[in-house]
């Protein structure tokens, strides 16, 4: 059982790049989300999906974009990179809506420069 | 929207001591809270957890307390092990905003 995975686990990316992080669970979960983590800031929720085509806001949306086509796959666009988006990103699952444990993938370094 | 603060940001221990982390939240509402252990170059993972209508829980050497008056709620670690160190989160879970909200980290070093 593999759990959550992501891909790639370390980027570097040239301002104004775009790329698409991946993130995929295989334990039939509802909820999937993203977070990323800064030093000092602790985790900061990006977007959020409670099921296949649903997809909301979290606290830092700005300059990403999610989709929601499977139950066990959610992609994290970065459309046009930039410097204060290095950061360390994680993805996360849970079982259902509610307060139930999340499961985080092992993370994706990214740097822009 | 909830806030979440957490202390202290650095602990150094000895091992053999306790340690204790501490959070405050600002949200009535919240009604879970879990607590996560980040090892380097990993993703957090959940260790311990409460919920609004317990004032205690433990784990072996993990417990945790919550007091829903003051808003505050501790992760106390005993006879701390070199294996203990790692940078802890506090979280709170709040139904109507459906999203965790995460303390700023704390990093735990054991002294063997």
């Known amino acids: 059982n593999a759990g959550v995975t992501q891909t790639p686990k370390f980027q570097v990316l040239k301002t104004g790049q775009s790329m698409t992080l991946q993130c995929a669970q295989d334990m039939n979960h509802e909820y999937m989300s993203w977070y990323r983590q800064d030093p000092g800031m602790g985790l900061r929720l990006i977007h959020y999906?409670?099921?296949?085509?649903?997809?909301d806001q979290g606290e830092v949306p700005n300059g990403y974009n999610v989709s929601r086509s499977t139950t066990e796959d959610f992609p994290l666009r970065l459309l046009s990179a930039a410097p204060s988006q290095t950061s360390v990103y994680f993805c996360?699952?849970?079982?259902?809506?509610?307060?139930?444990?999340?499961?985080f993938g092992q993370g994706t370094r990214l740097t822009v420069v | 929207g909830e806030n979440v603060e957490q202390h202290p940001s650095t602990l150094s221990v000895q091992e053999g001591d306790s340690a204790v982390i501490k959070c405050t939240y600002s949200?009535?509402?919240?009604?879970?809270f879990p607590w996560y252990k980040q090892e380097l170059g990993k993703g957090p993972q959940l260790i311990i957890d409460?919920?609004?209508?317990?004032g205690e829980k433990k784990d072996q050497r993990i417990a945790v307390t919550l007091n829903k008056t003051a808003k505050h709620f501790s992760l106390h670690i005993t006879e701390t092990q070199p294996e203990d160190s790692a940078v802890y989160f506090c979280?709170?879970?709040?139904?109507?905003?459906?999203?965790?909200?995460f303390g700023t980290g704390t990093s735990l070093t054991v002294i063997p």
């Open positions: 949200d009535s509402a919240s009604n879970y």
């Open positions: 409460i919920r609004s209508n317990v």
């Open positions: 999906s409670v099921g296949a085509g649903i997809t």
């Open positions: 996360a699952s849970r079982a259902r809506v509610g307060g139930t444990e999340a499961f």
């Open positions: 979280a709170a879970h709040t139904n109507t905003g459906n999203q965790f909200y």
